[in-house]
Nanobody, 115 residues
């Protein structure tokens, strides 16, 4: 059974930084593409960043240059380093992977950026 658990969210002032973590279990992590999404109140869930099994990355234009996705295959972890945070980055952040044709999501971690 695939499980994803996010951590690292919190309250931060604009311009600050946070590092989100996600640990995966129940799957061959090293072979999986991992991604971060976020969902603000009343908004659709949106893509933030993705990292392939080989380490290639891509980020949404809205966070490009501020957010960095990385992974540690030895620990089954994926990270999202968020710098220069803005109030519009406030959302619940989710990590996700696809395995066996199914998408799996963590429970999310709240990030709140105050102005």
């Amino acid at each position: 059974q695939v499980q994803l658990v996010e951590s690292g969210g919190g309250l931060v002032q604009a311009g600050g930084s946070l590092r989100l973590s996600c640990v995966a279990s129940g799957t061959i992590f090293i072979a999986k593409t991992m991604a971060w999404y976020r969902q603000a109140p009343g908004m659709k869930r949106e893509f933030v960043a993705v990292i392939s099994s080989g380490g290639s990355t891509n980020t949404a234009d809205s966070v490009k240059g501020r957010f960095t996705i990385s992974r540690d295959n030895a620990k089954n972890m994926v990270y999202l380093q968020m710098n220069s945070l803005k109030p519009e980055d406030t959302a619940v952040y989710y990590c996700t992977l696809t395995s066996g044709g199914s998408a799996y999501w963590g429970q999310g971690t709240q990030v709140t950026v105050s102005s």
